[in-house]
């Protein structure tokens, strides 16, 4: 009887046996089919320790090495098998793994640099020794060895560099697409600034390898909150402790839009939980969007509904009122973009915000005044240079009656302080002037250095965000330039409210003369001098010099040629007359000479008696 059992036992262990080794051999066949087709880290094997259970793994089970919480070891890799397969042409062998050998990881590692190594010559490769998490360098997550291909490339250059063919500093583009720099520190390597080279100068037939005791993870393996670096590490500890982490489901995307660590400065932190926890869920976005996704006016929704505008400027990419600044990142699910301060969306209209704060009462009265507290409530993008009632310090109410009873005027001044579009601090661009046609039609002239000025006005208070456009609040009015004012009494009010103003003054004449007003602060000096009464004291100084007085003879001479001066003398009375007689034969010569006296001069000839002479 004993010996019948003993045999029925033989029997039934040797069937299971065979039952165990025919499941073993259709799971290795099928995870080479599979391995074949799909690439790898696609058919590990693993065995739960204790027993004969093995299990054909995932990505998860094979890097946490356990099965249902119980501990795992991986006893196959087809993927090896498969190298022996392509090189070799020969049929595959199974590959047996013990706990010291390599693990999977190695494998699949070797395996994919089989692929890149016969297609390219000359590759550069930076193979970790060990891709299992340990002390010596930081966890790799599940899903980057789910991602070998982007992994694998990161540790690629399409070039062949000897340790002392690098220099120092130096950028290279990895096969993933993305760069790393490689240096020098001594006498060892440096990637990224960090020491990680074990052994260097590998020389194969086909390129140079370095073993690296560290992994190297390209962003596009990473999660998307592995992408925040330590410039946003407030902003990854603040999503973490706040629990909005927890929002973001595993197999949907997102979009990080994490401030700078100094945007967390002691106001922010001094917030209550609850309030920091709303400004920080407007800052994760509900879908995956890189750079070159968004566009002007596009909107985007937050995980707690919220949505937020998209503005495109020459030189920014701003959302709402924060900008972005270079570096932005993409994951695995996601994608990462910095900006320099916190978002801050629109929840009212502009009449709403300038209404709630207080500040504004004046210059709302005026827009009522005007007919145009419409355009402050109604939907569209506008930009809003809002004076607060601090503008309107020294007007009296008869002042004010003044500017609403001229309501032609009245709306040229106000639609001045209105423009089409929203533009932001962060989107103008630095150091030169911004023209901003207004709804009155001429120019602000905007600029941006340290603060934001508009027409040699400093904005005191910059983008407030409204659901129709953006407020900038100021503390004077603001006029444009080579516009008529209709009264003299409207241009000396205009005056004292407006710090610089060049106006034009319309009289009933029609008569135009132009008036350029510039006030500045005046510093008056004031200096205290003595003063003395009574009659000044003369003294009076006789400097006497001793010795001969010194004679300088001085002689004046003249260049050139000499003056000379006829000088004719007149004498007054009757002129003497002598009588002579010649005999000349010929023409008569008295009739002659008074011939040729009448023609020379043009006057009358004096009256001389007529000369007689006799021949004899």
Known sequence: MKLLVVAAL??????????????????????????????????????????KKKYFSTCRNWYQGSICGKKATSVFCCLCSQIGLAAQRRSPARLFLRPSAVQLAGCCAWFMLSLHFPARRGCHPFIPVDLQP????????????????????????????????????????????????????????????????????????????????????????????ELVGASQSMYGDMVSELGLVSLMRPKMEYTLLAPFNAAFNDEVMAMDQDELRVILENHILKKKLVLSQLYNGQRLETISGKWLRVFIYRTAVCIENACMVRGSKEGINGALHLLRTFIKPADSNMFQILRSSGKFKIFLSLMEAAGLTQLLQQEGDHTLFAPTDDAFKGLSQQDIALLKRDVNALRTILLYHISNGIFIGGGLEGGVTNLLKSLQGNNLRVLLNNTIQVNSIEVSDPDV????????????????????????????????????????????????????????????????????????????????????????????????????????????????????????????????????????????????????LSTK
Request: charged share 20%; proline share 6%.
């Open 465 to 612: 965000m409204a659901s129709n456009g953006v407020i900038h609040y100021m503390q004077t009015l603001i006029y444009p330039e080579d516009l008529p004012v209709g009264s003299q009494e409207l241009q000396t009010l205009l005056r004292r409210v407006v710090r610089h103003i060049q106006i034009k003054v319309q009289h009933r004449d029609e008569l135009q003369h132009e008036l350029q007003v510039n006030i500045s602060p005046i510093i008056v000096l004031y200096f205290m001098m003595p003063v003395i009464e009574g009659e000044p004291t003369i003294t009076k100084v006789t400097r006497v010099i001793e010795g001969e007085p010194t004679i300088t003879k001085v002689t004046r001479v003249i260049e050139g040629e000499p003056t000379f001066t006829k000088v004719t003398r007149v004498i007054e009375g009757e002129p003497a007359i002598t009588k002579v007689t010649r005999v000349i034969q010929g023409v008569h010569i008295a009739d002659e000479l008074q011939f040729q006296l009448r023609h020379l001069r043009r006057v009358p000839p004096p009256h001389i008696p007529p000369l007689r």
């Open 10 to 51: 033989v029997v039934v262990l040797s069937v299971l046996d065979r039952v165990d080794s025919s499941a073993y051999d259709k799971i290795v066949s099928h995870s080479r089919i599979r391995a074949k087709k799909e690439g790898p880290n696609v058919c590990a094997l693993q065995q739960v320790s204790g027993t």
């Open 134 to 225: 340990s002390s010596s360098h930081p966890r790799v997550s599940d899903s980057a060895f789910c991602h070998f291909a982007a992994l694998l490339n990161f540790h690629l250059l399409d070039s062949v560099l000897c340790s002392e063919a690098i220099m120092a500093g130096a950028s290279y583009e990895t096969l993933e697409g993305h760069n790393i720099e490689i240096g020098c520190d001594g006498e060892s390597l440096t990637i990224n600034g960090v020491k990680m080279v074990l052994k260097k100068d590998i020389v194969t037939s086909n390129g140079v390898i370095h073993l690296i005791d560290q992994v190297l993870m390209p962003d596009s393996a990473k999660q998307v909150m």
